[in-house]
């Protein structure tokens, strides 16, 4: 909690922070990155520094955590904490960074706010800062004691390869080595780090599509032929390839049984509820589920058939789905256009949503104006999540 003496300095000072962060962390990551260029060797994602993400990210959980503090002392934002701490731990971030990075966000602060920044307030957000690492520590220490093994990543071999939707591959990987395996549970994601052509290692989260609970990891990845990363994966990848994939993370996981769930994906972002959709069928759950699909044609709908595999084993689920183009297909309770959810929400449900951001916008505005509470609508955002600042 927030101390008596920092606290009005931080309400005082929120507002300029909040201004002015997305200009200091820019700065912020030059400086680190220029004391630790090691950092861009598979940690740090040059294309998300590139479009400003990352800064953006990390910006926006700044001043959620600071924002929270003030409003409500004596609690912390549980879910961004946990989010940014699955993140880490799929990255390796150890307790030994967080004074780097310390040094460094404050260097680019002070340079930021001039004579500005007196001492009162410099110490006011250091207790804000550290209040958030430790926070982070605890919560990430405890996710490296829950996985099999100390490491951070394990080399694990190409077994399977299979086109999927248009532009899209599934990718199994079984153990290349005697490293224990962790068993994932569904709508976890795997860091999966490997070189690119100029030597330097990158870093990619790609959330488990299948065999959550086996030993064997399967993704599915969508070729950005602009991006840096999935071109190698498609391109520089074949059976019996060896990558490193590290152990499972990701909080946000569904139970077997509960109340009403309403799953609703677009596009690619149908990977978590594949996987989910996979394990609770597995299970033998009798969930009540409504599975909600968009895509741009049934053809470019991937993992169309493990999803409805899964659903035709699952008594309470029923599928619904819509289509930009195209013929619409017959048994899928098909219609056009973009996803409209109301119909589908019952006062009890539990959303997950996952899918491209304009998607997600649309959906979750939906979701509010029927009357779920914010709470009860999950979501999962691939790369920085610039959607929780916003
Ligand atoms: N949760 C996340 O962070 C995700 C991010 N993405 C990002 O989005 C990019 C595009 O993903 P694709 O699978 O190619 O998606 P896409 O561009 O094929 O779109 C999939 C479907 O999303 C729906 N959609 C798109 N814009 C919408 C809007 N404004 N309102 C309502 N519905 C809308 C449409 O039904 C569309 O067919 C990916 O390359 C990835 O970077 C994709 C999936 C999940």
């Given amino acids: 909690m927030l101390s008596p003496k920092s606290f009005p300095f931080i309400e005082a000072t929120l507002p300029i922070i909040a201004e002015r962060i997305s200009s200091i962390t820019p700065n912020f990551y030059n400086r680190l990155f220029a004391a630790h260029p090691e950092l861009l060797d ?13 800064q953006q990210a990390l910006a926006g959980s700044i001043a959620v955590f600071a924002t929270y503090l003030v409003k409500h002392p004596g609690t912390a934002p549980e879910t961004m904490l946990a989010r940014v701490a699955h993140k880490h731990t799929s990255l390796g971030v150890a307790e030994e960074q967080y004074p780097i990075v310390y040094k460094h ?33 605890k919560i990430e220490k405890g996710l490296y004691a829950q996985q099999a093994n100390a490491g951070i990543y394990a080399p694990w071999k190409l077994v399977e390869r299979a086109e999927t939707g248009v532009d899209s591959v599934i990718l199994s990987f079984e153990p290349a080595d005697g490293t224990p395996v962790t068993v994932a549970k569904p709508g976890q994601f795997v860091s999966v780090r490997m070189p690119m052509a100029d030597g330097l290692r990158q870093v990619r989260q790609y959330t488990l599509s299948n065999d959550v609970e086996h030993a064997r990891r399967t993704i599915t990845v969508k070729l950005d032929v602009n991006g840096e990363f999935s071109p190698v994966i498609h391109n520089n990848l074949e059976i019996g390839g060896v ?7 990701g909080d946000l996981v569904i139970d077997n049984e509960g109340s009403p769930l309403v799953i609703a994906t677009a596009g690619i972002g149908c990977t978590p509820s594949a996987a989910a959709l996979q394990t609770l069928a597995a299970h033998g759950s009798t ?54 959810l109301a119909a589908a929400l019952s006062e009890d449900a539990q959303v997950y949503l996952c899918g491209p951001l304009p998607f997600m916008n649309a959906v979750r505005t939906q979701a509010l104006e029927a009357g779920i509470p914010a709470e009860r609508i999950h979501y999962e955002v691939f790369g920085p999540d610039v959607w929780l600042a916003a």
């Fill in 42 to 54: 598979g940690i740090f994602s040059r294309s998300n520094q590139k479009n400003g993400t990352q």
């Fill in 105 to 137: 966000l404050f260097d680019a602060i002070a340079e930021d706010l001039g004579d500005a920044l007196t001492p009162e307030i410099a110490d006011a957000w250091t207790e804000v800062y550290w209040l958030m690492a430790h926070a982070l520590i």
């Fill in 243 to 249: 990558i490193e994939l590290s152990n499972p993370y």
């Fill in 287 to 340: 969930r009540k589920i409504t599975v909600l699909h968009a895509d741009q044609e049934i053809t470019t709908w991937p993992l169309r058939e493990q999803m409805l595999e899964s659903i035709g084993k699952l008594p309470g689920a029923t599928l619904s789905t819509w289509f930009e183009r195209g013929e619409l297909p017959e048994g899928l309770n098909a219609q056009s256009g973009y996803m409209d």
